[in-house]
């Protein structure tokens, strides 16, 4: 008996109710037509290698017969006439379009389609009528268990993340089954997911919760020893959202003699013993974000542990500790007036925030933030590929449209004039030719905006400081990048 849940697709005349040979799995992480293996602010792709395709491929039972191929429209579009059993796809907001686009074309040849990822996880009701199964949370237990059911015929509509997750369940990232030749580096690594705090406009409480996961730290030490790294990225979206753990970490990566880079809260700088640690632990650049220069817009969007009069600080106690900083900031808060483009960048550069990056505030589905514009009739559209950071996509509550879009632009080249970047190359953390680099990728960036919007920013955390990430020279990946 084949599986075929009614008005959805038509499975392959052939597939089997039991498991009689090999299955193939197409896993492909979608791009809208924004944001496709484009070149990159650099002039060239500067992306690093994603961990969600390689973790699900890690996932897959090894009891079963499946073949796993995957795709990252990152750096390569995807066939649309695969020859494949099952297709999954992660999807985030700004994605979602080109998911959608791809599931009909995939389910139109008989190809069941599974969506999870972010997106799906704030609105699976959105989500749903475009695939055979979506994957609700985080799938360590559901994604074996989807193939093992798929595999026995009884694919089910919806999986949702096991209540009592636990990361210590989680293998190792399977890396192979990405070309790491066309990737900045495969350096990528997650010791934790969530955060402990409540940004009205962050996803991550939204679709997961406020309390952290964590992997064991000697897995991760493991992972950078099998990797045999010597510049690691950790992704997570706030390493320090558990003291106690991000203590263990530090302490954990200290004999390892690595760089790392990262992502935490401006509260880092307020615990110096932990600050040091990080520091002694090989932290060489942090994003951390800023959002607002005004206490009032802070405290509105429930970030008021974040104090402006207090930035400075943060930035000189990175410094001292030869720590850069990329500060994020985000424009059109309700309390948002049209001088605050201008007064921002003033500040970044005053400040001497290594490389400050400015997007406009993006209701992303699901956020409170979303659920109030959408009761005050405040969203214009729901085109999700515009749901980016870089694109308004609401009604500002103190200016137009055009003068928000308009004014991140100008911030951006304000920071990035060449007095801008002369002024904070002088009191830089980074290693002077980097950040000479990573400003002038910017300063182009400032000046091309409409070419180079991407919607990484948020579930990726992109970092300039991918730059330090390039393998020594006569390395095979670096001959293979140079080729």
């Known amino acids: 008996m084949s599986y075929a849940p009614p008005g959805h697709?038509?499975?392959k005349a052939d597939a089997p109710a039991?498991?009689?040979?090999r299955l193939s799995v197409a896993l492909?992480?979608?791009?809208?037509p924004l944001y496709r293996h484009r070149g990159g602010i650099f002039g060239q792709s500067l992306r690093y290698m994603p961990l969600t395709l390689p973790t699900l491929a890690a996932l897959v039972p090894e009891e079963l017969d499946i073949a796993v191929t995957c795709y990252d429209?990152?750096?390569?579009?995807?066939?649309t006439d695969l020859d494949v059993d099952l297709v999954g796809m992660t999807v985030i907001t700004g994605t979602a379009t080109r998911a959608y686009a791809l599931a009909a074309r995939f389910r139109a040849r008989g190809i069941p389609v599974v969506l999870g990822g972010p997106h799906v996880t704030l609105a699976p009701e959105d989500a749903a009528p475009h695939a055979?199964?979506?994957v609700v949370g985080y799938a360590e237990r559901s994604w074996p268990q989807l193939?093992?059911?798929?595999?026995?015929?009884?694919m089910a509509p919806r999986y949702d993340q096991a209540s009592d997750l636990d990361l210590a369940e989680s293998p190792l990232p399977d890396r192979t089954v990405l070309p790491r030749w066309r990737y900045l580096t495969?350096?990528?690594f997650e010791a934790t997911r969530g955060c402990i705090h409540t940004c009205d406009f962050c996803v991550v409480p939204s679709a997961w919760g406020r309390k952290p996961l964590q992997k064991p730290p000697e897995a991760i030490v493991e992972d950078l020893k099998r990797m045999k790294t010597r510049k690691a990225i950790f992704v997570d979206l706030n390493i320090i959202a558990d003291r106690h753990y991000a203590r263990r970490l530090f302490i954990a990566l200290k004999p390892l003699g690595i760089q790392w880079y990262g992502l935490a809260t401006t509260l880092l700088a307020d615990d110096l013993p932990l600050l040091d640690l990080a520091a002694e632990s090989g932290c060489r650049g942090l994003l951390m974000g800023l959002e607002s220069i005004s206490p009032v817009s802070l405290k509105a969007s429930h970030k008021g542990f974040n104090r402006p009069e207090d930035y400075a600080t943060v930035v000189e106690r990175l410094h001292e500790r030869r720590i850069a900083l990329q500060g994020c900031f985000v424009f059109g808060l309700d309390q948002d007036e049209p001088d605050v483009f201008e007064k921002t960048a003033r500040f970044a550069v005053e400040a001497g925030i290594d490389l400050p990056r400015f997007a406009i505030v993006t209701p992303f589905p699901g956020t409170p933030l979303f659920k109030r514009l959408e009761r005050e009739g405040r969203l214009l559209h729901r085109h999700w590929e515009q749901y980016d950071g870089q694109h308004v996509v609401f009604q500002p509550a103190r200016m137009s449209v055009e003068a928000l879009q308009k004014g991140t632009e100008a911030a951006w080249k304000q920071a990035y004039s060449w007095s801008g970047i002369a002024r904070r190359l002088r009191r830089t953390a980074a290693p002077w030719h980097v950040a000479a680099l990573t400003n002038l990728g910017y300063r182009r960036y400032a000046h091309n905006l409409h070419r180079f919007y991407t919607c990484d920013w948020l579930f990726e955390a992109p970092s300039p400081w991918r730059l330090l990430h390039r393998e020594p020279a006569g390395s095979d990946a670096a001959d293979k990048e140079q080729a």
């Open 18 to 21: 039991e498991q009689q040979g």
């Open 9 to 11: 697709a038509t499975p």
């Open 186 to 188: 495969p350096h990528v």
């Open 28 to 32: 492909i992480s979608p791009k809208g």
């Open 132 to 134: 055979d199964a979506i």
């Open 147 to 154: 193939l093992h059911d798929f595999v026995a015929g009884r």
């Open 73 to 79: 429209e990152g750096i390569q579009d995807v066939d």
